[in-house]
């Protein structure tokens, strides 16, 4: 168990995942109270000043034209946290919200936000303690950001609605009085500069991409069995043609490759008269490493996203003015989160079509649909069809959600991100990749056991061993939900990629 700073500034992926998946402590740095007390101080000044401010002084959303006295602030900011919480569906993750927790903490670390210090030190408890609110998964629109979502954070810290504690859900008033945490009573601005801003629909997305890298590899180690299966041509992955088209996820997976399939007895130890393979193979670099690319451009505009201020409106201190703007608009995550929607769609898109390969008996060279005894056994033939359907889902998923818009709040807010739409369809694509990267390396291990006596190389050997130590080679048919099931798991655990890149010095 380790320990991540806050301090506004240098948040990174890594560091996102420690806390989230992992359970990571978080400690604010020295210098984040002075920032946050100076940003403070202004909206202090302004309320005793009697200054129009959006959502301190006024209403919300199209209600901003109604002005709010100086005795119904903490009314004013309760009823905007009950009022938003109006999310529904299944709930979140935990963790993505310990995620969204964590992002928002960084953004009021910044010092912009005009919020008491206090704020940021029982949002860190929370997350410490691991008490986790329940957040439902659907009611952002990503306008003002995730508005619904944050409002179910912010209303656990009031002592309402529930929470995730010690394994069990129940009502988070019960958890904060067991962890001695007295309820939050939000001031001016602070319950609005809770649920305005992006950092729920950011996890989400930092937790996909985090997937997504582990994925690339995986998919590189699908294509090296796929290609000791179909005794595939290596020379399209030469170094010297990638360093004639130089991008950078190109050039990692042809690289890949070549570690993996490393003293290969089925590829460099028979002849052939083929020269070149299908495109499947031989241009699964262009295509594996095209996507990686996407999830570099994404990784950016996410890592960016993470250390900026995504709230309104914004304390500027040094000026002492409060001016509202749009920086919670959830258009540069949506984009983004559709583009790799797309991009890992396009991996399982080929993945399929080497699934289909291998079970082709006229293309592999191998037995029809990878079984002995064809007819009485049908072998792979419908594992395929499982991949075609991934696939073909996969494609409906990657329409872009950021090309929608329904207004909302009487027009006032006309234009939408559907940055959560984005969001939750980009989950659903990571977890089909899966599944067909699954039945590939299933199919592909199946396919190397017809080339015995000949070995694969360093790497699909290690990784053909790992997934025979709990699935057979298939003799006769089975029900293979069960062994897709299993090699599923065995991909999403640490363990196995660990070792494959341990026996060949690791992976790009």
Not at 186 to 215: C, D, H, Q, S, Y
Not at 397 to 405: E, G, Q
């Amino acid at each position: 168990m380790g320990e991540i700073l806050v301090d506004g500034e240098s948040l990174r992926l890594e560091d996102l995942v420690r806390v989230a998946k992992y359970g990571w402590k978080v400690k604010l740095t020295n210098d984040v109270k002075e920032k946050v007390e100076r940003s403070r101080g202004v909206i202090e000044q302004a309320i005793e000043l009697r200054k129009v401010i959006y959502g301190i002084t006024t209403g919300f959303g199209d209600l901003a034209r109604i002005l709010i006295p100086p005795e119904k602030v903490r009314e004013l900011q309760r009823n905007l946290i009950r009022s938003h919480s109006c999310g529904v569906g299944d709930p979140f993750p935990p963790e993505i919200v310990r995620g969204a927790m964590l992002l928002r903490l960084n953004t009021l670390a910044k010092g912009f936000s005009g919020v008491r210090y206090e704020i940021l030190e029982f949002l860190a408890e929370m997350i410490n303690r691991d008490i986790c609110p329940v957040v439902p998964t659907k009611g952002s629109v990503g306008a003002s950001g995730d508005l619904a979502p944050l409002a179910h954070i912010a209303l656990t810290m009031m002592g309402e609605g529930e929470v995730f504690y010690k394994g069990k859900r129940i009502p988070a008033s019960l958890a904060l009085k067991e962890e001695l945490l007295p309820p939050i009573v939000f001031e001016a601005k602070e319950g609005i500069a809770l649920i305005n801003g992006t950092p729920v629909m950011a996890a989400v997305g930092a937790l996909a991409l985090n997937e997504a890298f582990r994925l690339f590899k995986l998919a590189d180690l699908a294509l090296s069995l796929s290609l000791e299966a179909l005794e595939g041509v290596p020379d399209a992955f030469d170094p010297r043609i990638h360093k004639l088209r130089p991008h950078p996820g190109q050039m990692a997976c042809a690289s890949n490759v070549l570690k993996l399939i490393q003293e290969s007895e089925i590829i460099y130890g028979t002849q052939r008269e083929r020269v070149q393979d299908a495109y499947s193979l031989r241009c699964s670099p262009q295509v594996h490493g095209a996507s990686r690319d996407v999830a570099s451009f994404v990784r950016s505009v996410l890592e960016r996203e993470f250390n900026s201020v995504t709230d309104n409106p914004i304390v500027f201190p040094e000026s002492g003015d409060v001016i509202s703007g749009g920086n919670f608009h959830g258009e540069p995550l949506a984009l983004s989160m559709d583009f790799l929607s797309i991009a890992l769609s396009e991996v399982a898109n080929i993945s399929e079509r080497r699934v289909a390969r291998l079970v082709d008996g006229h293309l592999s060279g191998l037995p029809d649909f990878l079984v002995f005894s064809k007819g009485v056994n049908s072998g792979f033939m419908i594992a395929q069809y499982v991949a075609a359907a991934l696939a073909s889902e996969n494609k409906v998923l990657s329409h872009p959600a950021s090309v929608d818009s329904i207004p909302t709040s009487a027009n006032q807010e006309d234009h939408v991100s559907m940055g959560m739409n984005s969001a939750l369809k980009l989950l659903k694509v990571v977890d089909n990749l899966y599944k067909v990267l699954s039945i590939e390396i299933l199919a592909s291990c199946q396919g190397i056991d017809f080339r015995k006596p000949l070995k694969p190389g360093k790497g699909t050997r290690v990784a053909h061993s790992l997934v025979r130590e709990i699935i057979p080679f298939l003799i006769e048919d089975v029900p293979l939900y069960l062994e897709i099931a299993k090699a599923e798991e065995l991909l999403r655990g640490e363990e196995f990629l660990r070792e494959v890149e341990d026996s060949v010095g690791g992976l790009l």
